[in-house]
């Protein structure tokens, strides 16, 4: 098992500014697609946004169109790290964000790892 651990979340400002981490106990070169996930009280989990951690497709990055602009995934393979720098907070933006790494395989999931999450709380 994978063990995924993020850090970086708290109590900003709206128009502030946060950067979350996600350690990976292992290489993340060695897993195909790292993403960042939150999931709002009463909201369903949603798509912040994914990044591909080796291969052909190595860097290649998806967003939620409505986050496009404000928030940017980036990735440390060295340090097994993978990050979501957060600009331009909304409340809107307050959740629990969730480091995610998966890889599909043959037409299923060949593995699905979560951290525990990291409470970003945008408020005045």
């Known amino acids: 098992q994978v063990q995924l651990v993020e850090s970086g979340g708290g109590l900003v400002q709206p128009w502030g500014s946060l950067r979350l981490s996600c350690t990976a106990s292992?290489?993340?070169?060695?897993?195909?697609?790292m993403g960042w996930y939150r999931q709002g009280p009463g909201k369903q989990r949603e798509l912040v946004a994914s990044?591909?951690?080796?291969?052909?497709?190595?860097?290649?990055?998806n967003y939620a169109d409505s986050l496009k602009g404000r928030f940017t995934i980036s990735r440390d393979n060295d340090k097994n790290t993978m990050y979501l720098q957060m600009n331009n907070l909304k409340p809107e933006d307050t959740a629990v964000y969730y480091c995610?790494?998966?890889?599909?395989?043959?037409?299923?999931?060949?593995?699905?790892?979560w951290g525990q999450g990291t409470q970003v709380t945008v408020s005045s």
């Open positions: 995610n790494a998966r890889n599909w395989l043959l037409g299923r999931l060949s593995y699905d790892y």
């Open positions: 292992t290489n993340i070169f060695s897993l195909n697609t």
């Open positions: 990044i591909t951690t080796a291969g052909t497709n190595a860097g290649s990055t």
